[in-house]
């Protein structure tokens, strides 16, 4: 008969083993405590829990007693959280051996609680596969026959539970998670997100996101938009020299909230990178990720962008950043040939596919206008402007306000110096098309020209000045102020 043996656990007292030396028992811990933790921040999960595990289900001695505790609460229809527990538990050894704190520890774990049926099914695999290597290890040893084995086999086999869908109904659903996102940058980048930024080379991608992460880390608004106040952990593909005048340029050169990665200096595959990130937003309390660029850090060639399948592949660090909490801005590059937002980027659709917000960077198409930049977004949260004037201003990205309102603006102030105000000087709506020379669209113009002609800033007479005396003649009333 094999002889009993001891599995030495770090902090806690010392439990025999049911394995021999060669068979080490299967366990999770990170699962046990996600169960629990689950249980404890929605006490709701509870009955779908239960009918999943036992407490002997679970491998360590404090988490049966912790579950069985929950259970027995239940039962009595008595509340269900870490003060009723830690009461029933206040004098078990096993628990207080993980420490006095170590219930309310469990419902503050980052794993998300609606995650916990998925891990008891986990510590339920784990726990029958325990079982079955204790009767297979019995019937080595003779201390069962082969018919009862095949029937203790059997029996466990009948209590496996089904893998399953994890399901909630909508309205559990809508009452546990926030109706408003978690903004990091209101409308644009959030908690659980994960936004895209595409723009063309040498357009000021990395400008523009090194002064949105200055104004993160100061917690101030960036083009008219709130942020909140965290820490923020940058990839980025640049070397050390280039990228310090980067910092600079926006006044980073002199924060220590800011946790910089350089591509050159980090040999670990991009999955494993995307794993040690998670760890350390955790570590420093980061909450947003920003990657620049995923194709750089990655590690996809530029005949693989166009295969979806390797595109999911690169999405799926991101995802899983996304998942713990974080919010990922991920910057790529545009095709040469450009595009509408969401479909302007380099490669396959399958990369727009899995992010949240898509964004695209344009130069200003107005000539004259080298400091402004055009951003337009779509995706699946509510509150970014369809597309949205920028211009870099001392070095930092301010809002000028939507296209529609720019280009209003711009309207306003080419009929301000272009319109006479004394009537035998109007002008035409052609002349004025032909003054405007391509600035301004026909559709603008004659808007904007409608609603002035509304207030009472513009006035028209047929024949009126330069017009022909079936056209309408346009002056500025004497008072007005566009």
């Not at 060669?22 to 249980?39: D, R, S």
């Not at 469990?106 to 998300?112: E, G, K, Y």
């Not at 509150?383 to 990205?397: C, F, Q, R, S």
């Amino acid at each position: 008969m094999s002889p009993v043996v001891t599995e030495p656990t770090t902090g806690r007292t010392e439990r025999p083993s049911l394995l021999p030396d060669h068979i080490q028992p299967e366990w999770n811990y990170e699962a046990e405590q996600a169960v629990l933790g689950g249980i404890l921040a929605i006490p709701k999960l509870v009955d779908e829990i239960r009918a999943i595990l036992l407490a002997s289900d679970l491998y360590l001695p404090a988490h049966q007693r912790i579950f069985a505790a929950i259970l027995a609460l239940a039962d009595q229809g008595h509340p269900i959280d870490p003060i009723t527990v830690k009461d029933q538990l206040s004098s078990d050894p096993d628990v207080i051996a993980e420490g006095a704190n170590y219930i309310w520890v469990l419902p503050q774990l980052s794993v998300p609680a609606l995650h916990a049926p998925h891990h008891a099914r986990v510590v339920k695999r784990l726990a029958q596969r325990r079982r079955m290597k204790t009767i297979g290890q019995n019937l080595i040893e003779d201390r069962l026959t082969s018919s009862e084995a095949q029937v203790m086999l059997a029996t466990l086999s009948e209590t496996e539970v089904a893998e399953g869908l994890p399901t909630i109904t909508a309205l559990d659903f809508c009452q546990q998670v926030p109706e408003e996102p978690d903004w990091i940058l209101e409308g644009y980048l959030a908690r659980g997100a994960i936004t895209e930024l595409d723009a063309k080379i040498k357009t000021g991608k990395t400008h523009f996101t090194t002064d949105l992460v200055r104004t993160v880390l100061a917690g101030e608004e960036f083009i008219g938009r709130r942020t909140l106040l965290t820490p923020v952990l940058y990839l980025t593909e640049e070397r050390e020299t280039t990228f310090r005048a980067a910092l600079k340029r926006v006044g980073l050169d002199q924060t220590d909230g800011l946790h910089l990665v350089f591509r050159h200096q980090i040999s670990l595959p991009w999955k494993a990178v995307g794993r040690a990130a998670i760890a350390r937003a955790k570590y420093h309390g980061i909450g947003l990720v920003v990657i620049d660029t995923l194709s750089d850090w990655s590690g996809l060639e530029a005949d693989m962008e166009n295969d979806a399948g390797a595109a999911l592949a690169a999405m799926r660090p991101l995802q899983e950043m996304a998942a713990a909490g974080l919010a990922v801005l991920v910057l790529r590059h545009e095709r040469k040939s450009g595009g509408e937002v969401g479909d302007s980027a380099r490669g396959s659709s399958a990369f727009g596919g899995a992010a949240d917000i898509l964004l695209s960077l344009k130069k200003d198409p107005a000539g004259g206008q080298d400091n402004r930049r055009i951003l337009e977004a779509v995706g699946r949260l509510e509150g970014w402007a369809p597309k949205l004037v920028i211009e870099m201003t001392g070095g930092h990205y301010r809002s000028l306000g939507t296209s529609t309102q720019v280009e209003t603006q711009r309207a306003r102030d080419f009929l301000a110096s272009a319109l006479p105000t004394e009537p035998d000087r109007a002008l035409g709506e052609e002349e004025l098309l032909t003054q405007a020379d391509g600035e301004l669209t026909r559709s603008t113009l004659k808007r904007v020209m409608k609603d002035l002609l509304n207030d009472g800033s513009l006035k028209r007479a047929k024949g009126a000045g330069s017009a022909s005396p079936r056209a309408y003649g346009f002056w500025l009333d004497a008072e007005a102020r566009l």
